[in-house]
């Protein structure tokens, strides 16, 4: 163990973690995340532009130049073991490349518990649904280590908390007094309570900025961020005459949406000037593309969630597929300052086998070349307790949000090496057929589909066994053993699901359907206590 020590005389080999004399050496950070670095000699000082930027730069430290990987919130994290500490000279600087990092979903999973947290804070997540990092451990009268932005936790969201249809929870129901509140329908021919509220209507703008800017009231001016969006319903907000007129002036179907969020935003910033309101740019035929030029930018404390769940999962924004949700993209980031990616990794579907790191990597890279300043990847579907590669894609997700043009590969490699083993070669070989697979499938995957193009016998014959010799080569370690069947466990559910491919074959060599349940439920049980 390394002493701990605050004489500002050392001159020994030492670590000057954020001190003046470290300020006094390294390169000048003004970037509240980043960080600078020196080692030299066997002398390590590392500052930061705040104590997170500071102790990112001893996680990156740890990560460069000594070789520990912070792999998964579970335990999984990687130390060399080493009797003697040699320290490579090094220069350099950093900062992450968006400013909001977020894994939407995970985070919730991971953090239930502070060594989750701590897995999170180390990739520097700074947007968490849980805790805001409250569990971290921290060292006693430290209270520096805060995320950049809190979500606030409030029951409103959807708009209907603030107007609803019905009487709930305490609130009066609006509909029976006050259909105009609400959508007009064409095809119906009247107003309807259960798809959206009538944006243009200036009552409806009242009662909700009013309960919205108590809210804010309630809080100090410090960064909370406030999640305002329309009801999950598709279609256009509403069809009545001044909804209208606001589509056609501004042409956008969620142009009434996106006048009222104008008035929404200069309310809110007259009392909390630091607070953020965020909403969804969401479906094709509703929020997801932006007015025009008439409309002007949208105000700073407003944020764009650009959420495009309606292209196709299997292939990124560069395809011919995805062409228009780029471009709906590259236009939100040119009216609004504050452009935030909610992004779907893989589909609601993601116990089957899908790897998708090719095109997260892509999509990620072109989305901040369109000009992102966050990042919000829900990464909350098909988890099942470490199915389908879950901790290697939150790994890869936090890596390219400090670089989006880091080589995805070898961070892909490098997670393999040191989670899977000897299993390292033939999981890659895997993941590097389950992407060959989505670039040919000849029809669009949609947010709800699995991959079923790949699921072919010859497939499905050739990944078991590829399973079966991961399993012997890892034999002797429970815990490599253990990773291999996590990420066997959709495999597994394929087989059974398409046994009638494949059971001539597999059933020559002992196999049955009972021992495939019987492996993928022993599976679930064991990460489940695990996780």
């Known amino acids: 163990a390394y002493p701990v020590v605050s004489d500002a005389t050392v001159t020994d080999a030492a670590f000057e973690i954020g001190t003046p004399q470290a300020a006094a050496v390294c390169e000048p950070v003004s970037d509240a995340d980043g960080f600078s670095l020196l080692a030299k000699g066997g002398r390590v000082s590392i500052v930061g532009g705040s104590p997170i930027g500071t102790a990112q730069g001893v996680y990156s430290f740890l990560e460069k130049e000594l070789g520990c990987r912070f792999l998964t919130p579970w335990g999984d994290d990687f130390v060399p073991s080493v009797r003697t500490l040699r320290i490579p000279d090094a220069?350099?600087?950093?900062?992450?490349?968006?400013?909001?990092?977020?894994?939407?979903?995970?985070?919730?999973?991971?953090?239930?518990?502070?060594?989750g947290t701590l897995c999170c804070y180390r990739h520097g997540h700074n947007f968490l649904a849980v805790d805001n990092f409250r569990n971290v451990v921290l060292p006693a009268g430290c209270t520096n280590l805060v995320p950049r932005y809190k979500t606030a936790p409030t029951k409103l969201g959807w708009f209907f908390p603030f107007v609803p249809p019905e009487a709930k929870d305490g609130q009066p129901g609006y509909f029976a007094e006050h259909p105009e509140y609400f959508s007009y329908s064409k095809a119906e021919g009247k107003r309807v309570a259960r798809r959206q509220l009538c944006f243009s209507n200036p009552d409806v703008r009242r009662i909700i900025i009013g309960k919205l800017l108590k809210e804010a009231q309630g809080r100090p001016d410090d960064n909370w961020v406030y999640n305002l969006t329309a009801q999950d319903v598709k279609g256009a907000f509403c069809e009545c005459p001044d909804c209208e007129a606001l589509v056609r002036k501004y042409g956008a179907v969620g142009a009434p949406f996106f006048d009222f969020l104008r008035d929404l935003g200069a309310a809110l910033k007259r009392v909390r000037p630091h607070a953020l309101v965020q909403f969804l740019a969401y479906r094709r035929d509703q929020a997801q593309t932006p007015p025009n030029a008439a409309f002007g930018r949208f105000p700073d404390n407003l944020v764009v969630v650009f959420a495009p769940i309606e292209g196709d999962f299997s292939k990124d924004f560069s395809h011919p597929n995805n062409a228009a949700d780029y471009a709906d993209l590259k236009a939100w980031c040119r009216v609004s300052r504050h452009v935030w990616l909610w992004y779907y990794p893989l589909t609601y579907t993601t116990i089957y086998p899908m790897a998708g790191m090719d095109r997260l990597a892509a999509d990620t890279r072109l989305a901040a070349e369109a000009g992102i300043d966050g990042g919000w990847y829900e990464h909350n579907v098909g988890l099942c307790r470490g199915a389908n590669?879950?901790?290697?894609?939150?790994?890869?997700?936090?890596?390219?949000?400090?670089?989006?043009?880091?080589?995805?590969?070898?961070?892909v490699r490098d997670f393999c090496r040191h989670y899977y083993g000897a299993a390292a070669g033939d999981m890659l070989a895997y993941i590097s057929d389950l992407e060959a697979e989505a670039r040919k499938c000849p029809y669009p995957v949609l947010w709800h589909h699995p991959l079923r193009s790949a699921f072919t016998a010859d497939n499905l014959l050739r990944w078991n066994n590829a399973f079966d010799r991961m399993e012997r080569t890892v034999g002797g370690d429970a815990?490599?053993?253990?990773?291999?069947?996590?990420?066997?466990?959709?495999?597994?559910?394929?087989?059974?699901?398409?046994?009638?491919?494949?059971?001539?074959?597999?059933?020559?060599?002992?196999?049955?359907p009972e021992k495939i349940c019987?492996?993928?439920?022993?599976?679930?049980?064991a990460a489940t206590e695990r996780r």
């Open 479 to 512: 815990a490599l053993v253990q990773r291999v069947r996590e990420a066997r466990m959709g495999l597994d559910m394929v087989t059974l699901e398409y046994w009638h491919r494949v059971k001539d074959v597999l059933g020559r060599t002992g196999v049955t």
């Open 389 to 411: 590669f879950t901790d290697l894609q939150a790994y890869l997700i936090s890596k390219l949000y400090q670089d989006p043009k880091a080589d995805h590969r070898a961070i």
């Open 518 to 525: 019987a492996r993928g439920l022993a599976t679930l049980d």
């Open 91 to 115: 220069r350099r600087t950093g900062r992450p490349a968006l400013n909001v990092r977020s894994i939407f979903g995970y985070d919730n999973r991971a953090c239930g518990h502070s060594d």
